[in-house]
């Protein structure tokens, strides 16, 4: 069992969570320009595509809402101790 995602292991602090990794969002948004602009850049079509798909998954997840900051997924109750 993943212990986060088993309420036997604490109780999640949203506020403390979203103090702790406030600067991933600046880092996804740094790694994307960085992405966009050596997919302008290349020349090699393959390279250009992977870039591309990526890309477009990184926005998918954006629209989504997959983020540190959105709520946690429901709390698993299998039965097992946590690690």
Do not use: I, Y
Not at 1 to 6: G, L, N, S, T, V
Not at 7 to 31: A, I, P, T, Y
Not at 37 to 60: C, G, H, S, V, Y
């Amino acid at each position: 069992m993943d212990p986060r995602f088993d309420e036997r292991c604490g109780h999640l602090n949203l506020d403390l969570f979203s103090k702790s990794f406030s600067f991933l969002e600046d880092v996804k948004k740094q790694e994307r320009a960085q992405m966009e602009t050596e997919a302008r850049k290349t020349k090699d079509p393959l390279k250009k595509k992977k870039l591309e798909t990526f890309l477009q998954k990184m926005l998918q997840q954006a629209e989504w809402g997959w983020g540190p900051f959105e709520t946690p997924p429901p709390v698993l109750k299998a039965g097992l101790p946590c690690l």
